[in-house]
């Protein structure tokens, strides 16, 4: 099978190469998916599991990628709830071959049935940003209704479905990005805009949930913002700030299936729309990934037309 892997750190994208690989097996509670689109972040190059397993032993040549959406071919000893033929879109584990390629072997427990009305492509761009804004709000933020919501990066792929949950929720939300970025993150649903390069940010005032995707100067800032009681959420790492009377999280998504179908029927009910910047190709997508142009949205890869 066709598959993108990758054998050197240092050579970021450049080292990514489109070879020919063996196609996985399933193993005891394992599903083999025939990929139809698959999703990926360039911070992959930095994760630890990209390289070596956990037992920090060399894992390479590793395939990339970790979201997916398409149809199960194959079912492992002791496999439940999903079968053959069935559409699914889930999150691979970190430390496993990935998405990028025609067959990926997967646990069962991190997919979830992809419904008939929602494209293979809106389902492969659905885990990482779904599941981050999910988990962030919900489970690390505590988010209730009628809370104030400041949502970095808010036209980008996870900010865009923050915002929309966090409405959805009734939330006030704030979001932030580039002056190009402002009608674009209105439309997905924030209340206000803040331009980080022309606008202050402290005036936003008082805040009850920061949800960071930026980190650094901005998200030392955002923490003196937080109101008592307040969370600042972060998926960029540990931070060396906190809130004087709030909570500060970081924490790294992790699948769940029942989340993936709550995101799921939003999508399909049109409650929820996904933020997809660019889909290309299997074979185009080591041009793709290496481009200098930037683009607002999920980039995604259709692995089979």
């Known amino acids: 099978m066709k598959a993108i892997v990758v054998t050197d750190q240092a050579a970021g994208t450049a080292g990514m190469k489109l070879v020919e690989r063996p196609r996985p097996q399933a193993a005891i509670n394992d599903v083999v998916v025939e990929v139809h689109a698959a999703g990926f972040v360039n911070t992959e190059l930095d994760w630890p599991s990209t ?9 390479t040549p590793s395939i990339l990628g970790h979201e ?8 492992g000893y002791g496999t439940t709830g999903l079968s053959i033929g069935q559409r699914v879109f889930g999150l691979t584990d970190w ?6 390629a025609e067959y990926v072997a997967v646990e069962a427990r991190n997919l979830a049935p992809l419904p008939g009305s929602v494209d ?6 659905l885990p990482i940003s779904g599941l981050t804004a999910w988990q ?11 809370q104030s919501v400041l949502a970095h990066g808010a036209a980008g792929a996870v900010g865009s479905i923050v915002t929309q949950l966090a409405r959805e929720a009734g939330a006030y939300v704030i979001g932030t990005g580039r002056a190009a970025d402002r009608q674009k993150a209105l439309d997905f649903g924030a209340n206000e805009f803040v331009d980080l390069g022309n606008d202050t940010l402290e005036d936003v005032g008082g805040v009850d949930l920061v949800f960071d995707v930026i980190g650094g100067d901005v998200q030392k800032r955002s923490a003196t913002l937080i109101r008592a009681g307040g969370t600042l959420v972060t998926a960029v790492g540990p931070t060396d700030i906190r809130p004087v009377d ?3 999280v970081d924490f790294v998504v992790e699948a769940d299936r029942a989340q993936l179908s709550e995101i799921v029927e939003r ?3 049109g409650r929820l729309r996904t933020n997809i910047g660019k889909v290309s190709s299997l074979d185009d997508a080591v041009a793709t990934f290496n481009s200098t142009e930037r683009r607002a949205g999920k ?3 259709s692995v089979l037309p």
């Open 299 to 301: 980039t995604v890869i």
């Open 136 to 146: 962030g709000l919900f489970q690390h933020g505590r988010l209730q209704a009628g």
């Open 68 to 75: 997916l959406a398409g149809v199960i071919t194959a079912l």
């Open 51 to 59: 390289w070596t397993d956990r037992t920090f032993r060399d894992r």
């Open 246 to 248: 709030g909570l500060t």
């Open 95 to 100: 430390y496993r071959d990935g998405t990028l």
């Open 120 to 125: 293979f492509t809106v389902g492969a761009s």
């Open 267 to 269: 999508v399909r009910d």
